[in-house]
C-alpha cells in the first residue's frame, strides 16, 4: 500500500487501511513516546492516543510533510503533554503534603530500562536516561528522535519544524549538558 | 576532572549507541480499538458532563444567577422604601391641609352657593 492509497484509506474510514497504518507505525510511536515519558504504561497510553489523533485529524492532513513526519511531531507533542501533567501533579502533591491533606509517603520514580539496551549497558543506559529526563524540551526530543530512533538531523529538523543547523546546535546543546549533569551526579 | 571519570562519562554517554528499537506491546491493536469504541461512541460523548471543570463551571453560573437575583432584590426593596417614603409624606400633607375631611366638597357647595 502506498502512503497516498493509505491517507486515502484513513479518509475514507476504512479498517484495512487503519490496522496497516498501525501495524506500520505502532513500533515507531511508542519507542519515541518510551524515550520521552521513560515508562512503558505511560508510553502505551501515549502511543494510543497517537493512533486515535492521526485516526480523528487525517481529514485535515494536508500532505505537506511525510506521513511519518506528522506522527512522530504528534507522539513528541503528547509525550510531552504527559510529561507536563506528570510534573503538575507532582507539584499538586507537593502543596497537599504540605498543607498536610496526603500524607502518603513520597514514591521515588525508578531507574527506567529501554527494553532494546544491550544487557551489558543497562545500567549506564538507566543513569543516562535519568539525565536526559532534566535536559529542556527541545534538546530532550531532538536528542531522543536521533539517538533511539535513528532519525537523521534531517528528519528531525522536519519533524521539529526547524532547519538542520539548529537541530546540529540543539544535539550540541544536548551533549554538553548530559556531560555536566553526569559530572555532578555522585558515582 | 580524572581521565578515569572522563572515559567513565563517556562509556555512559555512548551507552544507548546499537540500542534496537522498542516493540509495541502484545495485544496493542486489540486495546487500542477497544478505547477508540469507548471514547468515539455516543454514549461516552456525555463523559464531559462529568468533569469536574464541568460542575466548577456550573455551579460558577449558579452562583452567578443567584448573585443577580439578590441583587435585583435589593434594588427592588431600595425602589419601594423610595416609593413608601413618598406616599407618606404626601398622607402628612394631606392631614395636615385637612384634604381627607370632605372639606373639599363642601368647599364646592359653599362656592356653588355663592352663586
Known amino acids: 500500500m502506498t502512503e497516498f492509497e493509505l491517507i486515502q484509506g484513513l479518509r475514507n474510514g476504512e479498517e484495512p487501511a487503519f490496522r496497516y497504518l498501525v501495524d506500520t507505525y505502532q513500533d515507531r510511536v511508542f519507542n519515541t513516546a518510551m524515550g520521552i515519558v521513560q515508562n512503558a504504561e505511560d508510553a502505551e497510553d501515549v502511543a494510543q492516543e497517537v493512533f486515535i489523533q492521526v485516526f480523528r485529524s487525517i481529514g485535515s492532513f494536508k500532505a505537506e510533510s511525510k506521513l511519518s513526519t506528522w506522527i512522530y511531531r504528534i507522539t513528541t507533542t503528547r509525550s510531552l503533554d504527559l510529561l507536563r501533567s506528570r510534573k503538575s501533579k507532582k507539584r499538586f502533591g507537593f502543596i497537599q503534603r504540605l498543607l498536610g491533606e496526603n500524607n502518603e509517603p513520597v514514591q521515588e520514580i525508578p531507574d527506567f530500562n529501554h527494553p532494546g539496551i544491550q544487557l551489558d549497558r543497562k545500567e549506564n543506559a538507566a543513569r543516562l536516561f535519568k539525565v536526559i529526563g532534566k535536559l529542556p524540551e527541545n534538546q530532550k526530543i531532538a536528542f531522543t528522535l536521533h539517538k533511539l530512533e535513528d532519525l537523521s538531523y534531517q528528519e528531525v529538523s522536519e519533524v521539529m519544524g526547524t532547519t538542520v543547523a539548529a537541530v546540529e546546535s540543539l544535539m550540541h546543546r544536548a551533549k554538553q549538558n548530559l556531560r555536566k549533569l553526569l559530572e555532578n551526579q555522585n558515582d | ?115
Open chain 2, 1 to 115: 576532572m580524572s581521565t578515569e571519570k572522563q572515559n567513565r562519562i563517556n562509556e555512559i554517554m555512548d551507552s544507548l549507541d546499537g540500542c534496537t528499537r522498542a516493540a509495541a506491546p502484545d495485544f496493542f491493536y486489540t486495546r487500542l480499538k477497544a478505547r477508540m469504541e469507548n471514547e468515539l461512541t455516543p454514549a461516552a460523548s456525555g463523559i464531559w458532563l462529568r468533569r469536574p471543570a464541568f460542575a466548577f463551571a456550573t455551579m460558577a453560573v449558579i452562583l452567578l444567577i443567584n448573585v443577580l437575583v439578590l441583587f435585583n432584590q435589593t434594588n427592588n426593596n431600595q425602589e419601594e422604601a423610595v416609593s413608601s417614603t413618598e406616599t407618606d409624606s404626601f398622607q402628612s400633607m394631606a392631614a395636615e391641609y385637612r384634604l381627607n375631611e370632605g372639606n373639599s366638597s363642601i368647599s364646592y357647595y359653599n362656592l356653588n352657593q355663592d352663586r
